[in-house]
């Protein structure tokens, strides 16, 4: 039998390209072997206005930074123009120890970017035998929301909140960072920000409420309260759902612990405990 290899590579059983550390982009190995996988490559395809207009959007996300951790947190409705096109998405992600990011914007195109970006930290980390430091994974996340520039001027734009706890600085703290649709990022000294259609309330909001000085309870405490409001007075973006279950998801991330998300039973309790307040509350 005949095992004569045809193509470059056959031996190892991958093709060179595949066994090559020479970029530490991971973006760049796939934009070179497989640019269809790459973040709005099928998009591209819908070029009209109904079109995207049908598309999932998704809001709004919510970070505050407390004394000794960071958190994100997003409510769970994705809207597809006047229509709830989904009730339980899920919008923040953990996207390696110490960093999380949320989503607001297109979603399906949102999700994939987030998914290309945490298998970018991933394979550096492989690489260089070290992670990234907090400023270069915000920078990372900078230049994976450039690349998408081209399908935000069609209507296809991405807005991710990253947050990441920076065990590297002289005194280890959270950070907020933001970023528009060029790829601009911003650093949040505010010590809270929101992105997404509901972001104006969300932030007046947790102007009133934050103390830099809050622990950890209080903080997912004031997250839940800023997307109550924000469900209030913004049709698209969704508050607790006492009767289908459907609650907040909350990550928080800290120097001991790294990013962890709450669990369902945790948010449960928080998002309960506020719509019982407010329900108590006088109404004139």
């Not at 994939?112 to 907090?134: F, Q, W």
């Not at 960072?177 to 969300?202: C, K, M, P, Q, T």
């Amino acid at each position: 039998m005949d095992h004569t290899f045809s193509r470059q590579g056959a031996g190892t059983g991958l093709p060179a390209a595949y066994l090559s550390a020479a970029s530490l982009s991971f973006s760049d190995f796939l934009r070179s072997q497989a640019p269809d996988l790459l973040p709005g490559a099928r998009a591209a395809e819908l070029n009209s206005q109904s079109a995207l207009s049908e598309i999932p959007h998704g809001t709004t996300i919510v970070a505050v930074t407390y004394s000794g951790g960071v958190l994100l947190a997003g409510d769970r409705r994705a809207t597809s123009g006047n229509l709830i096109a989904q009730r339980d998405m899920e919008k923040v992600f953990v996207t390696d120890e110490y960093s999380a990011v949320g989503i607001a914007g297109t979603a399906g195109l949102a999700v994939e970017m987030v998914r290309l970006y945490t298998v970018e930290l991933a394979y550096y980390e492989k690489i260089e035998g070290v992670p990234l430091s907090l400023d270069g994974k915000a920078n990372k996340l900078a230049s994976t929301v450039r690349e998408n520039l081209g399908m935000a001027m069609n209507g296809l734009a991405v807005v991710p909140l990253f947050v990441g706890y920076d065990v590297d600085a002289d005194q280890p703290h959270g950070r907020i960072v933001s970023y528009d649709v060029v790829g601009g990022r911003y650093e949040e000294r505010a010590g809270f920000h929101a992105v997404g259609s509901g972001s104006l309330f969300a932030k007046s909001a947790l102007k009133k409420l934050y103390d830099p000085q809050g622990d950890q309870a209080a903080a997912v405490r004031w997250a839940v309260e800023a997307l109550y409001d924000a469900a209030e007075d913004d049709s698209a973006t969704g508050g607790p759902d006492l009767s289908r279950r459907i609650f907040p998801s909350i990550i928080t991330i800290t120097g001991a612990d790294g990013a962890v998300r709450l669990s369902e039973d945790e948010t449960s309790a928080v998002a309960e405990a506020v719509v019982a307040d407010r329900s108590q509350r006088p109404r004139g």
